[in-house]
């Protein structure tokens, strides 16, 4: 239906609609994931904004992220800076509708460990600053640890890529490579899939206990890709 919506909205400008993230991976959780869209359309301006601004509303009402907007010549030239996510588009998507605008896209990966080491620096910094807020609050760190996770996941996954190991087909194997790559424990990683695949209670887990265990990974993570 949201192909539908955008045909009508854009008409011929529309290019492509592909889906990426966890709902093109196979690893898509109906509790806690994210339907992840691009849009890539043949121009974009105030025009098809307005035009669009309907079925964005209705999109994000649904409880999904508005869709990304990029004119077909911005993908290209973005994708240096997008090296992550240009990267797993590659990987993994589904085109819903037109062209596959990514399938021939050259991403530059000379920025690509730097990157991924921001973004593994900066999605921590905001993870404490979160936790410092509900540190007494039980369900409030718990949720936090549970909608983290998955990023954690990818970035962990372009880590072991940049020490040149093969991309693992999921979170778990993510997890299991990465601890054996680093010297960390995985356990609060897999213990937080669990409770995302219900098969732990979540009022059975120490939300404190877990996330000093979450964190030290995270940081262990961290130090190796800043030593490649």
């Known amino acids: 239906m949201l192909v539908s919506k955008l045909d009508r909205a854009l008409g011929d400008r529309l290019v492509s609609v592909i889906l990426y993230g966890s709902a093109a991976s196979g690893d ?44 077909e010549e911005e993908t290209r030239s973005s994708a240096d800076c997008f090296v992550i996510e240009f990267t797993d588009m590659k990987e993994r998507r589904k085109v819903l509708h037109g062209r596959d605008v990514i399938a021939d896209l050259t991403v530059d990966r000379r920025f690509y460990r730097a ?10 910094l905001r993870l404490r600053q979160q936790a410092a807020g509900v540190w007494t609050d039980r369900d409030a760190l718990l949720k936090l640890c549970l909608e983290s996770v998955p990023t954690f996941c990818v970035l962990g996954r372009h880590a072991l890529m940049l020490g040149g190991c093969p991309p693992a087909a999921s979170r778990r194997q993510t997890v299991d490579r990465l601890a054996a790559v680093v010297g960390a424990d995985p356990a609060a990683f897999h213990l937080l899939l669990d409770i995302r695949e219900r098969k732990f209670a979540p009022q059975e887990a120490d939300p404190a206990t877990l996330f000093r265990k979450y964190l030290q990974t995270i940081e262990s993570v961290i130090r190796y890709v800043d030593a490649l």
């Not at 994931?33 to 849009?39: A, E, F, I, P, R």
């Not at 990157?115 to 921590?124: D, G, H, Q, T």
């Open 28 to 71: 898509f959780d109906g509790l806690y994931s994210d339907l992840n869209v691009l849009c890539v359309l043949s121009q974009l301006t105030p025009e098809e904004l307005f035009q669009a601004e309907g079925v964005v509303k209705w999109w994000r009402e649904l409880g999904n992220p508005a869709p990304l907007l990029m004119t």
């Open 115 to 124: 990157r991924v080491e921001y973004e593994l620096r900066s999605k921590l």
